[in-house]
């Protein structure tokens, strides 16, 4: 019996010794390094805890998010912060249209309390969902990839579909029609190749190998009526570079801009959007589907001379009624002139902006490490000031959110290889908020991630088409073929 | 003395196994186990451990890369091989034992060791498959002993089937279906609720497949799960799987064989134990056949030494002969490490142009890692990463973890490119490094060099591979023009980048190519001296009429090149000229150029 009241005695000391070590606390007037960098960023009022972990230090900690009247008290025993949800919605109602202080202090004898920091909240809400492909940054490698979907509200992740269903071949270039989960369509390249036309719960494949074009559709854009999907044909290749800069150059050498019509199966294509001394690609519509915009660059022999490729933002004017191509190119960035190269040109679902991405030469800007976004507001021409979303590593692909006030895009900042993603708050006039990385459950999630995340896709919901259905459709529906014309 | 207990006498069988497991797994598979090993990595990190848990499936594979870290050195995969065998056998022995209690049944807890022996060396499997085979085991187990009525029994047994599922995959059928069959066998009344479990297990099943948790229907319901998913499962699976319902249904009936007095009984007994040793003995050595293939064993070897440097060692190996153009593009490497392409290219059986630049537009993962190699040895980062960066690729899709050996290599070509990409991605890979057993170590001695552009500069290795960088961007654009090779500048790892394009040039008998090369190398002042150049400039002199004054060429190697061709030209219509030639002229590349193909050459 005395043992055990002297064990007693020594558990109360150590635990007394374990809460009173904490000492005296250094104050510092310096923020606290995170990771990710969540300090002065805008977040909309729906988007997941933002969770993050200080950098360097793994020790115990304490942070207090504070926002007008509403407070959570977060503990990490190493450095690393997960929100509890309940706190962070109630804190996030809070703070819609405002700030949230987050107060940081490590614990222990040399505990320090930083300087606090703010988080933006912005009451413009983000769609609930988005979808991407995970594919290895880099290189041929067709391993294991697949397209998901994310509730950017929580950190549930969904496969879309996922190769190792569907024979390991490559999935690519998903796309909705105006943010639409119902209306979406993939390619699928080697096992049961074929474009993956997902409309209503209906899936259609299709396979979009004519004679006269010069390969399968490739990189897509839905007109908003739904009824036509703008395509390029590519002939594309890659090539690895000794280069420490860019290591590896996909070009095409041929390239032609098509249109697709649901209803007709058919595709079809004007002169001017299929030359044989140009390279035409990335067509994207505007949102009133009265306008097809697309890249257009002078050939040049490749791959002798990549560099030389610049890539013009050109458009024409769009028919939907009578599904007839204008005739009239304009072009609203001259690469001749300008000598820089545009790719992936997208305009705001509310006909504001144009967001694309610029440099230095060809047309796959993700492996350029001076490609970087920019922005156009399309009311009066006016170039928008994009240096609070770029880098000095890679920006590419980027899409609009339904209401227009966010843009998510691929960045290479962290470590020049891997693409992760990023959102920006986009206000009325275009100014463009600090960008956060897209929020993980694990603050070091990143940190051991090895794949990239490609074409992030802003949908309105959830892709409710089962990946089985998916997968099923590929194998045992026959591809239904296409005709081809050229306008006249 | 001889008067043991029952635990003594198991003890020693069980040692003895165990013994004889351990010898056979490192005297004929050692070099089988690293060569796994390179294809899993276990990270310290509890956060990766349970996000990799949290998944279905993943407890056992977790569990698979915690074992397959130890596998680094022959003798240590082959005594955790053995181990798992012997525990493989311990618990089938003692469950069987419980089951029916001196059933003599020593060859159904043979039966699944024997099943699972060659998978162990099975470059497709995963080693989540035993694991989980165990689990699986180890759950009918502790059904056998535990006793209950039979709805509470089976509803646990359902629970039970559906978190083994949830941890270890399909291993639940398996297990559901032997409790069922085992229940049937002892014919209890309310045997029928041990359909629950078999349900329970399918229902996880349909689940895991409508989640997509395991891709296709096939891998969700059967052993494929545990195989390579772009391979077609090796038998042996299936049969491991098929060992345990079998086990259960046939324990009983053979005890009662052992039981019976009868001589008709005994004889019966003796037939099938003789049919169950012809069943073993005909798998083990169609087994044999397929896992136990010389070159495939001197391949591991090589594999084995390369990834510790140690190519004076792969040099001597392949002085006995190599059997295929993976060991001479192994031997070919080495060369190149230790400087001596040039000079001995050509003195043992080369493979054509394939030796040195093995074909890989297919991306065969199997290629990567001595592609990587040879291109690190060639001073060419792009290929060495790219090709690393492939194989680690195969790896994460494989078996859902690195590759170790790539991410190294991919530290040391990402330093090498240096930059603010170069330096990020390398310390991404060293801090995961850092997080393993035995790659930690050689991971940190690069954290010196990460922001630190001197100290990479500095370093001989690392230095000369970013100062050839230049180089290989030379040698592409040569492929167009050759005398842009004068472009190239002189640093440690020139040499190699030469050599492995003349040499390429050589063995692909392009004569016009090399002598083109050579010209655009002598401009830039990076030519490496090697008789075989000489001799090849002499040939395309004799053949082109071309005077090759200018070369450099020494009066020896002249007066050699004139006996060959006088010696051949006097023997021309010899049948066994290429022969005879090889006594005096093997190992050069006169006879080379002549011969290749019809005679092996002679050692110099």
Request: charged share 20%; glycine share 8%.
């Amino acid at each position: 019996m005395r043992r055990i009241r002297i064990y007693f005695v020594m558990l109360a000391l150590s635990a007394l010794c374990a809460c009173g070590g904490e000492g005296a606390v250094t104050v510092s007037d310096t923020a606290p390094r995170i990771f990710p960098d969540y300090a002065g960023v805008t977040l909309p009022v729906n988007i997941a805890p933002p969770n993050f972990r200080l950098e360097g230090i793994h020790a115990r900690a304490r942070a207090t998010l504070e926002a007008d009247g509403e407070r959570i008290v977060v503990s990490a025993r190493d450095g690393a912060f997960r929100l509890p949800r309940r706190g962070w919605r109630r804190l996030c109602a809070a703070a819609a249209g405002g700030e949230i202080t987050v107060t940081v202090e490590t614990l222990g004898r040399d505990g320090i309390r930083y300087a606090p920091f703010v988080i933006r909240v912005s009451e413009d809400a983000v769609d609930p969902y988005m979808v991407y492909r995970l594919i290895e940054p880099g290189y041929e490698t067709w391993g294991e990839m697949g397209i998901y979907q994310r509730c950017l509200e929580s950190y549930r992740e969904d496969p879309v579909i996922e190769t190792s269903s569907a024979g390991y071949g490559c999935v690519n270039c998903h796309t909705f029609c105006a943010h639409d989960p119902d209306m979406m369509l993939f390619h699928m390249r080697q096992a049961h190749p074929g474009t993956m036309l997902l409309r209503g719960g209906r899936i259609e494949r299709l396979n979009t190998a004519t004679s006269g074009t010069l390969s399968p559709a490739v990189y897509p854009s839905w007109h908003p009526s739904g009824r036509y999907i703008a395509f390029s044909v590519n002939t594309t290749k890659l090539i690895t570079l000794p280069d420490g800069n860019n290591r590896v150059e996909v070009f095409d050498s041929a390239s032609d801009v098509v249109v697709y019509d649901t209803e007709r199966h058919e595709i079809f294509t004007a002169p001017h959007l299929s030359r044989g001394d140009r390279f035409e690609t990335f067509p994207s519509f505007s949102p009133a589907g009265d306008r097809l915009y697309f890249c257009s660059a002078d050939s040049v022999e490749m791959p002798a001379r990549y560099k030389d490729a610049h890539y013009s933002l050109c458009s024409v004017a769009f028919d939907a009624a009578s599904g007839r191509i204008g005739t009239e190119v304009d072009t609203l960035y001259n690469a001749r002139t300008a000598g820089r190269s545009v790719s992936f040109p997208r305009v705001s679902p509310d006909g504001a902006f144009m967001l694309y991405a610029l440099s230095d030469y060809g047309s796959f800007s993700i492996w350029h490490r001076d490609a970087d976004l920019r922005m156009v507001d399309l009311r009066n021409g006016r170039e928008v000031e994009t240096a609070a979303i770029n880098s000095p590593e890679a920006e590419s692909y980027h899409s609009w959110s339904s209401n227009s006030r966010w843009v998510l895009f691929n960045s290479r900042r962290i470590d020049g290889l891997y693409t992760h993603v990023y959102m920006a708050h986009v206000a009325e006039d275009g100014t463009l908020s600090k960008p956060f990385l897209l929020p993980q459950r694990d603050p070091d999630f990143y940190r051991t991630f090895m794949k990239s995340y490609n074409i992030p896709e802003f949908v309105r919901g959830r892709v409710s088409v089962p990946q089985r259905k998916i997968v099923s459709a590929a194998e045992d529906n026959e591809a239904a073929g296409v005709v081809f014309r050229v306008q006249e | 003395m001889f008067n043991m207990s029952k635990r003594t006498r198991s003890a020693l069988l069980w040692a003895g196994c165990f013994t004889a497991l351990f010898l056979y797994m490192y005297l004929r598979h050692g070099y089988a186990f690293p060569f796994i090993e390179q294809n899993r990595m276990f990270m310290w990190d509890g956060g990766w451990i349970l996000r990799r848990a949290a998944e279905c499936g993943g407890a056992a594979a977790v569990a698979r890369d915690f074992l397959l870290q130890f596998f680094v050195e022959p003798w240590s995969g082959a005594l955790l091989a053995a181990l798992l065998l012997t525990l493989t056998a311990v618990a089938v022995q003692r469950t069987l034992e419980r089951v029916e209690p001196g059933n003599g049944a020593l060859l159904l807890w043979l039966a699944p060791v024997a099943a699972q022996m060659f998978l162990l060396v099975d470059y497709d499997y995963r080693y989540e498959g035993i694991v989980a085979w165990l689990a699986a085991w180890g759950l009918f187990s502790l059904f056998v002993r535990v006793g209950g009525g039979a709805a509470v029994r089976a509803v646990s047994a359902s629970a039970a089937a559906a978190a083994l599922y949830w941890l270890a995959g399909p291993a639940a059928i398996a297990f559901a279906v032997t409790l069922f069959v085992y229940e049937l066998r002892r014919g209890e009344k309310g045997r029928l609720w041990y359909l629950l479990p078999v349900a329970a297990a399918l229902a996880m099943t349909v689940a895991a497949y409508g989640c997509g948790w395991y891709g296709t229907l096939r891998r969700a319901f059967t052993p494929a799960a545990y195989y390579n998913p772009m391979a077609e499962p090796a038998a042996w699976a299936w049969a491991a799987w098929a060992a345990m319902p079998l086990a259960a249904a046939a324990v009983r009936p053979l005890a009662m064989l052992c039981r019976g007095a009868a001589a008709r009984r005994r004889a019966a007994v003796v037939a099938v134990e003789a049919a169950a040793v012809a069943a073993i003995a005909a798998a083990a050595a169609r087994g044999a056949r397929y896992y136990m293939q010389e070159d495939t064993r001197l391949f591991e070897r090589l594999d084995y030494l390369m990834r510790r440097g140690a190519w004076d060692e792969v040099i001597d190996e392949c002085a006995a002969g190599t059997h295929n153009t993976l060991h001479c593009f192994i031997l070919n490497t080495a060369l190149l490490e230790r400087d001596e392409l040039a000079g001995r290219a050509f003195t043992f059986p080369q493979a054509g142009l394939e030796g040195l630049s093995i074909d890989w537009s297919d991306n065969n993962p199997f290629l990567f890692p001595m592609l990587s190699d040879m291109y690190y040895a060639a001073g060419n980062v792009s290929i060495a990463q790219e090709t690393a960066f492939k194989k680690n690729s195969e790896a994460l899709a494989v078996n859902g973890s690195c590759n170790p050996r790539m991410l190294l290599r991919l530290v040391q070509t990402a330093v090498a490119t240096g930059g603010h990409s170069g330096y990020a991605t390398a310390e991404k890979y060293i801090s995961m490094l850092e997080r393993t057993l035995f790659y930690r170590r050689e991971a940190s001695s690069y954290r010196r060099f990460l922001w630190n552009d001197r100290a990479v500069e500095a370093d001989a290795r690392l230095g000369a591979e970013r100062a050839n960088m230049a180089n290989i961007a030379v040698v592409y654009a040569a492929e167009r023009d050759a005398a842009l090779l004068a472009g190239l500048h002189p640093n440690a790892l020139a040499g190699r980048t030469v050599d492995h394009l003349l040499v390429g040039r050589l063995l692909n008998r392009d004569l016009e190519g090399f002598r083109a090369a050579v010209d655009g190398c002598r401009a830039g002042g990076v030519m490496p001296s090697a008789e075989c150049y000489g001799e090849a400039l002499l040939i395309y002199g004799a053949m082109t009429g071309h005077d090759m004054a200018g070369y450099g060429i020494s009066e020896e190697t002249r007066r050699r090149f004139l006996a060959f061709q006088s010696f051949a030209a006097e023997n021309y219509s010899r049948n066994d000229l290429a022969a005879i030639m090889r006594r005096t002229y093997g190992g050069t590349y006169m006879y080379y150029y002549m011969f290749a193909g019809e005679e092996p050459a002679g050692k110099r």
